[in-house]
């Protein structure tokens, strides 16, 4: 096989990619799918279980009606038809992880069928095939001690049944043919607009960090030209909206080396390490596997009232992208901006700030700048951050009105985040004032001039763009409380260039 | 023997209840009967005497505070060892669950608790209830009383043997094929088989999920019927529960004793007789029919033709089911573990485990239920056994448009001698050529003694359409009431 990295370009002047993406959403529900237990993340391991969800003999299911009902409502958000009439099947295979050795799911009778998602991608819109919507359990964890971390090599294995029954929705789209150069960004556009309509449903949590959506992405490639389809791949452990972009670019790149060097791509299920952005072959399996389906004897069909369902389609929220329409005019931004502040999932967060006296421009440079990048290091959602949308319009009020500095604001979002306290209170009690005392930043920059000779010798000397690093021990100074500027002109005009 | 034994369980809740004798002191006779045959006979895999006298005098308590006791109340009972049941070793007669001691009670053995009723023990069982005379259980198999070298029928063989031994005036059996109308028969006892959805499954170790049903043993049809109604009744923790009330069997039993069956049709059905079964046991059966006619019953005669396609089908659903069921014995949570040696991968644990705690009979099915279930023959085995089981549901349909009740034998033999049997499987399978169809079609059937072949109990069974459990109860009681009642013999020392 060949090594040689391609360049995405080469990749995509000889190939056409097909992409195609399964999400399994864990359900917010209070309890399991065939049992009462809790579904809380986190809880020390093994004491959310029951002799259902362990499968111990004689336990039988009873299924989730409140899991039902929020899969056809995914069902509905995705303009899928409904079943009148399904069942359970039963997926047979032997892992540990699984408390009965088999998977309570839906195989060719799923609760929903035959829907789409428009995603937007830059000016385009894609529309992607929804193929089916089908409800299962989710299975326990397993964790796997010592030096290796994975199963083979491990000194033993432990594992947590808390997950094991947790409400599962797996979504899988049709193959999307015919995005070409912008099949990463598809897959990413996908998955970040149904994440956002899950989250509008109130379905799911959907953090993809904690695994409560999790994405398997499809990918083939086939030569420009041809009719063919190309065997495919299915990536797993793609965790992050990034990750599922840098997926689908690193396994076309991978397939086309490989078609390139005369070779096959061979059906597989690979996985994706966020740390090289390249994908591994999983553990080969010596034979097909074979599920054994077969429809599950201990739970009666789902035959959902058509009435009730229609109901269920009357009481849809606002979806995405009707809001992000409504949105988009009344904050009156460009459908780029939308797009961008909707994959950041913070298009609620800007039109609140909004709401609360902020220029849009202000919020929105906020939200998918300092803001998403404190949430990223937290590996939290914007909206998860400990502060509010009124807060970080007050913020933008007290820059305008030029009390904080650019630099003193980001430093009073540290200090809420830290103390959770409101802007007001960490203001006042850090003293985070810029520093408008003239004498005082007099006093200081006559100090920095002093102790830079070199430095203020370049600058009288005409090189106004050497100041830099006096400004700089200005600002460290006074703890970065003055403004850049008005220092920058104080200690022009005391080297005597300019005013 | 104390007398104390032979009562029926309707007099033993009457002494107990009048203070006449203390459930204390019938459940130390059992105990005492137990110790007695139970050697020979061989009915109990565990006996729980401490249990089973705490919760007697637990009745006696009640009774002394004035409180009101179920009609049952200070009965003893054997439980079949499919059953769960809290605190008490539940083996499900395998050596894979060997020394298994569940956290939790099925909903049958709450109900049974709760009415009263003194579980005695847990009884021998085939293993995971896959057979038809106990000589697939992993601890050997239990003796008929009538004949301690035959085998009592199976799977619940255990259970039927206690109550025709006198170590138990009631038992819980389960019926997945036959396994406990056929038991019944062989050892010239009650049993019955609820319709399907009647009786929880909560807590019953699944064979075939679709078919299986718990049920009540006794040596009367009365007995029968009120344990019946202790464990029947929707249960919200079983899915295919019918949420509806008990049908009002122990009325029917007590009606059908007291009355004839006249303006009641009785349908004979032709497929199950003739070619294959014993003379002595059609001989019997013909009579139970002259009894049923002079009791008032017009005798029609039905056909139900794909009957004889019930025992391919049987063999495939019933195997596919048990194939996934019997999955999660795998070592890795309870029960069995083979081969952890620190070397073996998880999987060679796992099949070294099942390996070495499955039977043969258990690893056969799970055999032909995988083939069954496989990519590419699903549709021809398990699709095709599925549309067999619509057809036989027809032909009952049609039949009852002709008779309220159908009879048959319950068995095509009578018990057979241990060994016979058990290197043939299509040679034991054929034990449930009558008893299959009502399982195929989820409907209730009836088992009561009617005579005797070479000595050896016969059973007639009495089926009725879906949730008509009552009219079982009622036909069974008028002919219990109109025909000699069977001597049991006593186990020969």
Known sequence: ?499 | MSDLVRLTATEIAGKVTSGEVSAVEVTQAHLDRIGEVDGRVHAFLHVDADGALAAARAVDAKRAAGQPLGPLAGVPLAMKDVVVTEGLPTTAGSKILQGWVPPFDATITRRIKDAGVVILGKTNMDEFAMGSSTENSAYGPSHNPWDLDRIPGGSSGGSSAAVAAFEAPLAIGTDTGGSIRQPAAVTGIVGHKPTYGGVSRYGLIAFSSSLDQAGPFGRTVLDTALLHEVIGGYDPADSTSIPQPVPPVAAAARAGAGSDLAGLRVGVVRDLGGEGYQAGVLAAFDDAVATLRKLGAEIVEVSCPHFQYALPAYYLIAPSECSSNLARFDSVRYGLRVGDDGVNALEDVMSLTREAGFGAEVKRRIMIGSYALSSGYYDAYYGQAQKVRTLISRDFAAAFDQADVLVSPTSPFVAFPIGERIADPMAMYINDLCTLPASLAGTPALSVPCGLSENLPVGLQIMAPALADDRCYRVGAAFEAAVEPLSIPEVAK
């Not at chain 1, 201990?298 to 109901?311: K, N, T």
């Not at chain 1, 913070?346 to 902020?358: K, R």
């Open chain 1, 1 to 499: 096989m060949s090594t040689a990295t391609l360049a995405f370009e080469d990749v995509i002047a000889r190939y056409e990619p097909v992409i195609g993406l399964e999400t399994h959403v864990e359900l917010g529900t209070v309890s399991k799918m065939f049992c009462g237990c809790p579904t809380t993340f986190g809880a020390e391991p093994n004491t959310q279980t029951c002799p259902v969800c362990l499968g111990l003999p004689g336990s039988l299911p009873v299924a989730n009606a409140k899991a039902i009902e929020s899969t056809i409502r995914i069902g509905l958000a995705l303009n899928c038809s409904i079943a009148s009439w399904c069942r359970f099947a039963r997926k047979n295979y032997f892992y540990p992880d699984m408390p009965k050795n088999f998977q309570t799911s839906q195989y060719d009778e799923p609760l929903c069928v035959e829907g789409y998602l428009d995603v937007a991608v830059g000016e385009s819109t894609v529309r992607v095939g929804i193929e089916r919507v089908h409800l299962e359990e989710d299975t326990g964890k397993n964790t796997h001690v010592g030096t290796s971390g994975r199963i083979h090599g491990a000194d033993y294995s432990l594992v947590d049944y808390n997950r094991a029954g947790i409400p599962l929705v797996e979504i899988v789209t049709k193959p999307v043919p015919g995005t070409g150069a912008l099949a990463p960004e598809v897959a990413r556009a996908y998955v970040a607009e149904l994440r956002e309509i899950l989250r509008t449903l109130g379905v799911s949590d959907v953090r993809m960090e904690q695994g409560s959506l999790r994405c398997d992405v499809n990918t083939s490639l086939s030569p420009a030209g041809s009719r063919r389809w190309g065997t495919r791949t299915e990536t797993k452990n793609v965790n992050s909206l990034r990750s599922v972009e840098r997926a689908v670019r690193s396994e076309m790149v991978r397939q086309a080396a490989v078609l390139d060097g005369g070779d096959r791509v061979i059906q597989e299920t690979r996985h994706f390490s966020e740390t090289t952005g390249d994908t591994r072959p999983g553990r080969s399996k010596e034979e097909a596997t074979d599920y054994r389906y077969f429809p599950e004897p201990d739970l009666v069909p789902l035959a959902p009232d058509p009435s009730w369902v229609e109901q269920l389609r009357r009481e849809l929220p606002e979806l995405p992208a009707a809001r992000r329409a409504r949105l988009q005019e009344s904050l009156g931004v460009s459908a780029e901006d939308m797009v961008q502040m909707s994959n950041a999932g913070v298009v609620d967060l800007v039109g609140e700030t909004v709401d609360a006296g902020a220029p849009v421009g202000e919020a929105r440079n906020w939200w998918l700048g300092y803001l998403a990048q404190r949430a990223n290091e937290r590996e939290a959602e914007p909206g998860d951050l400990a502060i509010a949308p009124a807060q970080v319009a007050r913020l933008v009020a007290l820059v305008a009105e030029g009390s904080l500095t650019t630099a003193l604001a980001r430093q009073a979002v540290d200090a809420v985040l830290e103390t959770g306290q409101d802007v007001d209170a960490v203001i006042a009690e850090r003293g985070l004032r810029v520093v408008s005392d003239t004498g005082a930043l007099e006093r200081a920059a006559d100090d920095a001039i002093a102790a830079n000779p070199g430095v203020a010798d370049k600058v009288r000397g005409g090189k106004t763009a050497a100041v830099g690093p006096l400004v700089g021990a200005v600002m460290k100074a006074t703890r970065g409380q003055a403004d850049a500027a008005a220092v920058r002109a104080i200690l022009l005009r005391r080297l005597g260039v300019e005013g």
